[in-house]
């Protein structure tokens, strides 16, 4: 069985593969993702998520889409997201990747 730290990495890979359909950059480089939490023994895992905006599009069917990535990781248990505004997205969240990838410096 993996540890801990070899599910939330491999949890967060498959978030990387997630991308907004507005924008050319992943879910997780844009920093919608808050938080990734794997508690064992049943390695059950907890992810804190929001979107661009409140009105967003995909505000709706993103945290399904992000569940069913998670649960594609062998060892995962049960999945649970959870979509909040507070804090509210902004630009700021992004890593570098993504700032330079959008031309936003």
Known sequence: MKSREEIKELVTAQLKEIYDPE???NIWDLGLIYE???????N?????MTVTA???PVADTLPIEVKAAAEQVEDVKEVEVELTFDPPWEKDFMS???KVELDMF
């Not at 990734?36 to 049943?42: C, G, N």
């Not at 059950?44 to 804190?48: D, M, P, Q, T």
């Open 96 to 98: 570098e990747e993504a």
């Open 54 to 56: 409140p009105n967003c």
């Open 23 to 25: 924008i050319p950059v």
């Open 36 to 42: 990734v939490t794997v508690y064992p023994p049943m």
């Open 44 to 48: 059950n895992v907890y992810i804190k």
